[in-house]
Each structure stands twice: as C-alpha cells, then as structure tokens.
C-alpha cells in the first residue's frame, strides 16, 4: 500500500461520511495515510454500527475524529472548525473536503394521495445539498485551515440533466452543487484550492433505496451499464483519492463522471 499522504499532516473533512460514498471515501483515504475527520448525522440506534465502521478507519493508524451533529447549522459548523484548529496544532492542514451529503425531500410535484414538493421542500433540499458546500468551504477557508494545494470534491448525479419522478427538489440541488463548485474553482483557485464534482453512476446505497421506484432504476441501469452493473462507492472513492493525489493538480471545474461509462448510452 502507498501511504504517500503518511506524516505529512493532511486530513480529509468528510461531510456525510457515516455511509454510502462518503464512508467509502474515509476508508480510502485512511488507507493511504490521510488523517479523517466525519461529520454525520445518525440516529442512536445507528450508532453501534456507524462506530465498528469508524474503528476499521483507525485501525489504518491514522489520527480521526467524528461528529456527529447538524453540520447545516452555523454554530455547530463554527464549533466544529474551532476544535479542529486545535487538534491540527500548527502543522495539519485540509488537503480534501469532500462533501457527500443526502438530506432532501422526495416528493412528486404532483399527486392525488401522497404530499407534493413544496417551497420549503426546495429551500431545505438545496441548502443541505448544495449551499452547505460553499459553507463549509468559507468557513474552513476563513479559518486558513485549507492546505496549499487543497482539492474540494462533491458528488453529483445524472438527474443534473435528466428528470426522474420523485427528484425534482434534488436534481436543482445537484444543479446548484455544480454551479457552485465551478465558481468555486474560478475565485478559490488564486489560493491554491481545486474543486470538482464526481457524477457517480446509479450505486446501490441507502440514498438509492430512498427513491421510490429504486428497484426500477437499478434494473434498467444493468441493462444500460456497458458492464451490465451497478457502480460501487468503492469505485467513486477511489476517484476522490486519485483527485486528491499531487498530480491531479491541474484537474479543476469539472463534472467527472465516475460510472463506467453509463453516461454514454
């Protein structure tokens, strides 16, 4: 295993990271020598397993620390980047954000039985999905806690361009999240700081199984996937690890599509 990012004093903040691509995404990172900070939201009844998952992360030998909190809220976004502070000390810096969070309504626009998308539906969808990125961005900027040569990775879908049932309120949160991440790439650049988006292929994940008629959508992705499969977060990880790399410095503003092809027919 190279373990390139061992003593160098860089972490990861992981926003979403107890599962799906984000815990994919910790585990890789520890992996090759990245300290990793979680910042989630879980019920208690959730705990025992979020936290056997958290101890395979440290047993990679790697400094770790988790939240589990609202990390949409300005307080606890403010108390969470103050004790980091002091748990880098002077030499730990962010080398990774990424932001891998599922926090939005699935409703349809129209129905006769069930609730419909409402305003507020929208407004909690696109913050936490998308404005949240630019958030947690500032503040960690603000408090110089960003490396020199930082990489900020969120994670799209193809519903940024193709509507599905049930994901309206979502797919103008990935829209968002994108246009957010090019400025991102544009005015942070000056400061040494890359942003891109990874559109993941159709994984099998808790967020999946969220979407009504998610049996549908995995059916006919294994027809339409050039290798007749799902993607696996194991496979989106290891893009955010490649992204995070010294040589992918030059790769910035971009929707990388991050599903073996599944975007092509």
């Not at 609202?70 to 954000?97: P, Q, W």
Request: glycine fraction near 6%; include cysteine.
């Amino acid at each position: 295993m190279n373990n390139e990012f061992e003593h160098k004093n860089y972490w990861a903040v992981i926003l979403g990271g107890s599962s799906g691509l984000g815990l994919a995404t910790a585990k890789k990172l520890a992996k090759h020598g990245m300290n990793i900070c979680v910042i989630y939201r879980n019920s208690r009844a959730q705990e025992a397993g979020v936290n056997a998952e958290f101890e395979m992360i440290k047993a990679e030998n790697i400094a770790f620390k988790s939240y589990n909190v609202d990390a949409f809220k300005a307080e606890k976004r403010d108390n969470i980047i103050s004790e980091l502070k002091g748990i880098f000390g002077i030499k730990g810096k962010v080398r990774t954000l990424v932001h891998s969070v599922a926090k939005g309504n699935l409703k349809p626009m129209i129905d006769d039985e069930k609730p419909t998308l409402q305003h507020d539906d929208f407004n909690l969808t696109i913050n936490a999905m998308a404005i949240s990125l630019y958030d947690w961005t500032k503040a960690i900027f603000n408090a110089r806690l960003f490396a020199e040569d930082a990489r900020i990775i969120s994670f799209t879908s193809e519903g940024n361009t193709k509507a599905w049932k049930n994901y309206a309120a979502v797919s103008a949160a990935k829209v968002t999240l994108e246009a957010i991440t090019r400025n991102l790439a544009l005015e942070f650049a000056p400061y040494g700081i890359r942003a891109n988006c990874i559109q993941a292929g159709v994984t099998d994940t808790a967020s999946l199984r969220m979407i009504p008629g998610s049996e549908k959508i995995i059916e006919f992705t294994k027809k339409r996937n050039p290798f007749k499969q799902l993607t696996q977060p194991e496979q989106v990880a290891d893009v955010v690890y490649l992204l995070s790399k010294d040589e992918a410095s030059w790769i910035n503003g971009c929707i990388i599509p991050v599903d073996g092809g599944e975007h092509i027919s």
